[in-house]
């Protein structure tokens, strides 16, 4: 269904004039400049869904800012026809006037469920492997006895799978049951059960062979796939160690570690999968294969050691430090903080130095796309799953929700984020991939973002001319075009999925 | 004090003698350094006014991002 259509402002990629050195984008300036004085107003821009009709509602200049409007469903097209301008949403500011008003307040009855799901008396169960009956240690379990509000138990388990849950008594009725093991398990859900002490809860062990999202959609990954393109990913760390994965270097840019460190961080493994999925070059059933396993791989680590947040500083370090190590794409599966200018900042260089970043859109469940993926400079990511590509029992059940698509076995993922600055959809629920530890399952746009970083990969190793490009936004700009017309569309519409996804 | 990021916006790193400037600011700390960005603990008026004088750089606050989870946690 059409949205309504809103106000945009069109900005150069980088400053507030649109750059001799690029006639395409100031070409465009200068016809969205006569469109302003005409008496319609109305520009055709030519993209791969056809014409699609801009209306020029102002002009600084004939080389400055526009404002226009256009649908929200068209400007991921926009973005792919002219990826040297900026499309910045119109901001309004308000008077900073303190008013008190009306709204919901969180009623007594949500704090009591949390305060009773927490109270003393454990639950003892255990956790094993569906083969063998082995218990799992260090799994997370989720126990929910009310899941809107969030209220109940969770707890790790010891080296004999145990965990004690305290959730008021020795048997409780759960709404539902997450299991999340450190590896070599598919992470588990169960729905409305009674869980009493002395329960074992089953997960089920990985097949290295099993046709995951991934697989599916990238499947028969050739060893020379991606060659000739370096990836650089700005995450948690890449484990240097797994005989899965070659890290050719990279930087730790976290202010007071090691510069040389940019292994893995010690915590989930997080870096460490979204690279397997780009680069992983094991064969199963003894390994995984990425989706672009010849890309010259590197890792920027922003996340310091033991997990904490990451600094604008770190990522805009390690976006100058891809950049200057000649990275050709960056894929950054964070995010979430307010926008920062200097991140910003960052991605713009990296576009005018002719390098596409990917970014991942967050996992809100349906909320609008988070920073930085909402930058222009991005190409935004949300994660799709399809049934069929996670064994029964597993968490991944949890994600499956509408829209489907054309195919209606693939789903948006109900923890995706959505919006008009979507560009792209990647497979995203239940992916195995490499973890410090040996292999792993997640889900998310983080793993939906490689995804498409690796495809993009593998696209642009055929694409050498674009490649010995000198680097600069004309550069950018090739590979997002090359990379738009790859697009396919899965029938989810284009908050949900931008331009589609990559087809290699 | 605070924590800042100053970015050089020039095309190549940053030029010496801003470097020497922004190092005299009273009371700064240079905490971390690239090629184009120092992060500075600082007083932010005296920051801002040791930097009206040199152009190409931009100011920031310090700020951070989570690691994304899609693992369901109790609140």
């Known amino acids: 269904m059409a949205q309504k259509k809103q106000q945009y402002v069109l900005v150069p990629a980088a400053g507030l004039t649109a750059s001799e050195a690029n006639p395409k984008q100031m070409q465009f300036f200068q016809t969205l400049h006569a469109t302003s004085l005409a008496a319609n107003k109305v520009h055709s821009v030519s993209s791969e869904l056809g014409a699609l009709p801009v209306k020029v509602l102002d002009s600084i200049g004939e080389t400055k800012p526009k404002l226009i409007e256009a649908a929200p469903e068209d400007l991921a097209a926009l973005r792919a026809s002219h990826p040297s301008v900026r499309i910045l949403p119109v901001v309004y500011f308000q008077r900073a006037v303190m008013r008190y008003e009306i709204g919901p307040r969180i009623g007594s009855a949500g704090v009591k469920a949390r305060t009773v799901a927490r109270a003393a008396g454990g639950i003892s ?34 080296a004999h799978g145990r965990v004690s849950l ?3 008594g020795s048997s409780r009725k759960i709404e539902r049951l997450y299991v999340y093991p450190a590896s070599a398990f598919w992470p588990g859900l169960q729905r409305n059960l009674t869980l009493k002490s002395g329960m074992k809860i089953p997960v089920t062990a990985i097949d290295l062979a099993y046709v995951d999202c991934v697989r599916h959609f990238y499947p028969g990954n050739d060893l020379s796939f ?9 995450d948690s760390g890449v484990a240097t160690d797994h005989p899965g994965l070659v890290v050719q270097g990279g930087q730790n840019t976290v202010p007071g570690e090691k510069p040389g460190d940019y292994g893995d961080n010690g915590t989930e493994g997080h870096g460490t999968h979204v690279a397997g999925i780009i680069a992983a070059r094991g064969t199963p059933p003894r390994g995984i294969r990425g989706v672009a396993p010849a890309v010259t791989l590197r890792s920027y680590r922003v996340f310091p050691q033991g997990g904490n947040n990451a600094s604008n500083y770190a990522i805009a370090k390690a976006i100058d430090a891809g950049v200057a190590d000649k990275c050709d794409l960056l894929n950054m599966s964070l995010g979430g903080g307010s926008a920062d200018t200097l991140t910003e900042e960052a991605l713009t260089a990296a576009h005018d130095a002719g390098v596409v970043v990917f970014a991942a859109n967050g996992n809100d469940d349906r909320q609008p796309v988070s920073f930085p993926a909402a930058f222009s400079m991005c190409q935004a990511v949300s994660a799709m799953g399809r049934k069929g590509t996670f064994p029964k029992g597993t968490e991944s059940y949890g994600s499956v929700a509408s829209p489907y698509g054309k195919d209606k076995k693939n789903f948006v993922a109900s923890f995706s984020n959505i919006g008009s600055a979507t560009d792209l959809t990647g497979p995203g629920v239940g992916v195995i991939s490499t973890v410090p530890a ?11 973002t490689p995804a498409e970083t690796g495809a993009a990969a593998r696209l642009l190793a055929t694409h050498k001319n674009i490649l010995s490009m000198p680097r600069d936004q004309n550069r950018s700009s090739a590979m997002i075009t090359a990379i738009a017309a790859a697009c396919k569309k899965l029938g989810f519409g284009a908050i949900y999925e931008g331009k589609g996804t990559i087809s290699v | 004090m605070s924590r800042y990021i100053l970015r050089y916006g020039g095309s190549q790193s940053a030029p010496s003698e801003h470097l020497e400037s922004i190092r005299a600011t009273p009371g700064l700390r240079v905490l971390d350094q690239s090629p184009k960005m120092l992060l500075v603990d600082a007083d932010e008026s005296s920051l801002r006014a040791q930097l009206k004088a040199m152009p190409g750089w931009s100011m920031h606050p310090e700020q951070s991002y989570p690691l994304p989870d899609t693992r369901k946690k109790i609140e």
């Open chain 1, 125 to 158: 169960i255990t956790i094993t492997s569906s083969k063998g009956g082995a218990p799992v240690a260090g799994a997370l379990v989720v126990a929910f006895t009310n899941f809107a509000q969030r209220a109940g138990a969770q707890g790790t388990t010891n």
């Open chain 1, 226 to 234: 991606g060659q000739g393109v370096t990836v650089g990913v700005i």
């Open chain 1, 438 to 448: 040996g292999f792993g399952v997640m889900s998310g746009t983080s793993m939906a």
């Open chain 1, 166 to 168: 305290n959730l008021g």
